[in-house]
């Protein structure tokens, strides 16, 4: 990397089930052995503003939310979250690790839903000020080995976005590939379908060979 001390905003993203926790904990893991602070934050949530949205957003309860009041909310969540944690994270000096960031927002309601990806944008810039990840980690698999790898969580154990049918989630698994090859320099793409290990070896190899 240009210069290791700064501060960096890095988020992971991908269909649930692809294995973003994991990486996360591994990047925590050599933020520590070298001594870097961090802060980690979830979407939606991360805030105690966040949490009750994301209460809301991922109820299956909530089933008759419609699409526009879904982009809002999300929107809503994390414009808290930036503006309470992540701003002031990155103004200390620490690196911010991601769990989902505006790349969510495109792949899920842009592409999954169907809204118009210009608009999206605009709701996202005014809610972020124009924050973007440094670097994002986009962890690719079918949808089908996703699924599985939930652990079998069926009926109330799954939240309201991993209850839409299959072929929602391959839009969204569409519409991350399509994000990524747009912007080939902010993306890390890595094969979720490997051996964890694999996995977690090539994004060692070129995550810290990134360029920021």
């Excluded at 320099?185 to 694999?198: G, H, Q, V, W, Y």
């Amino acid at each position: 990397m240009n210069d290791p001390q700064k501060a960096k905003f890095v988020s992971f993203e991908g269909i649930d089930g692809c294995g973003k926790s994991t990486l996360m904990d591994r990047l925590a893991d050599w933020l520590k052995e070298a001594r870097i602070p961090y802060v980690r934050v979830r979407e939606p949530g991360g805030t105690t503003i966040g949490e009750k949205i994301r209460q809301i957003l991922l109820d299956p309860a909530s089933s008759d939310m419609t699409g526009r009041t879904e982009v809002l909310l999300y929107s809503a969540s994390r414009a808290q979250l930036t503006w309470q944690v992540i701003v002031p994270a990155l103004e200390r000096g620490e690196w911010v690790l991601a769990d989902r960031f505006v790349d969510a927002t495109f792949a899920y309601q842009g592409f999954g839903r169907g809204f118009d990806p210009e608009r999206l944008e605009m709701i996202q810039r005014w809610a972020t000020g124009g924050l973007w990840p440094d670097k994002t980690i986009l962890l690719d698999c079918e949808v089908a080995l996703a699924m599985s790898r939930l652990g079998g969580r069926e009926g109330t154990d799954r939240d309201r976005i991993e209850l839409e049918e299959e072929a929602f989630h391959r839009k969204v698994r569409s519409g991350y590939l399509a994000l990524a090859r747009k912007e080939p320099e902010r993306f890390i793409l890595l094969d979720a379908s490997k051996p964890l290990e694999e996995v977690v070896e090539d994004f060692r190899k070129r995550f810290w060979l990134a360029r920021f």
